[in-house]
């Protein structure tokens, strides 16, 4: 059993010193230490955090002019990893997270140790008090976020992703910017044939949030659903897809202004160019209903 080298990667916009303070130095506390850490700050400079935390491996901190969004700083690390090329698999956290457990990374280490085709692993998240929002378990329903397995998506707050399916899938839609970058991923991925685990061992701790808190949430939300059915479904399926969570927009959203924003988005994403068509096979659009989560929910 080969053990694979892995690294951690965490993307900020230099607004929450303390906390990534906090989560490099739960990093620090790991009982396996990983082989880099690259810590890339979005539209910010960065302190120095590898004498000050004491922190393990080799730190790597990388200023950006401007803020990429969160898929695109976490490309700006990837790149940089595979610059290095010693790493088989990069943990990646959110800057207010905090890894409870000190055997997150060996844990991590022996799952991709032991198959060959998991690409990508999703962590268990939990607020202060330990409880897990049901939007944050990767299933459809009132499902039991201790329940782990084979699923089709994943959270980006913490997770795992092999850099060889990386290469094989291509890295994080830059241009989506916030919201459902990791469901371009996992179908992704899907389609390649990796598989993506749920692993609730692997403990985040993270506050307590709604994703509406962000000013650009309602039109980013409905630009990218557009732009990730026109990207990545079958055709007979888009008109499907945006139809449902249309309707599951109507019904959910309560704020008048939310709907109009969302409604925005939604024709931006019709007009705009959503970039490359690759739709996943019908094979993978079974083998993802299968799963529980069929593509057009």
Known sequence: MVEPRIAVAVVTMGNRPAEVDALLESVAKQDL????????????????FARRLSL????????????????????????????FGDVDVVVELDDDGLLVDADVLRRVRDLYAADPRLGIVGFRIADECGETQQRHVPRI?????????????????????????????????AEFFFAHEETDLAWRAADAGWKILYAPELLLRHPRTSPARHAIY???????????????????????????????????TRSLAGLRAWFGGFVEGLRESAGERRPMRWRTVWRLTRLGRPPVV
């Open 33 to 48: 230490a990983p082989a880099r850490i690259v810590i890339v700050g979005n539209g910010c400079r960065l302190p120095e």
């Open 56 to 83: 393990p491996g080799e730190v790597t901190a990388v200023d950006l002019d401007e803020n990429l969004g969160c898929p695109g700083g976490r490309n700006v690390a990837l790149a940089r990893l595979r610059e």
């Open 141 to 173: 329903g009132g499902s039991d976020p201790m329940r782990g397995g084979y699923v089709t998506g994943f959270l980006g707050g913490g997770h795992a992703l092999r850099m060889a399916m990386l290469e094989q899938t291509g890295d994080w839609p």
């Open 218 to 252: 309602y039109r980013v939300t409905a630009r990218n659903r557009v732009w990730l059915a026109r990207r990545r479904l079958p055709l007979p399926l888009v008109p499907v897809h945006l139809g449902v969570w249309t309707l599951l927009t109507l019904v959910r």
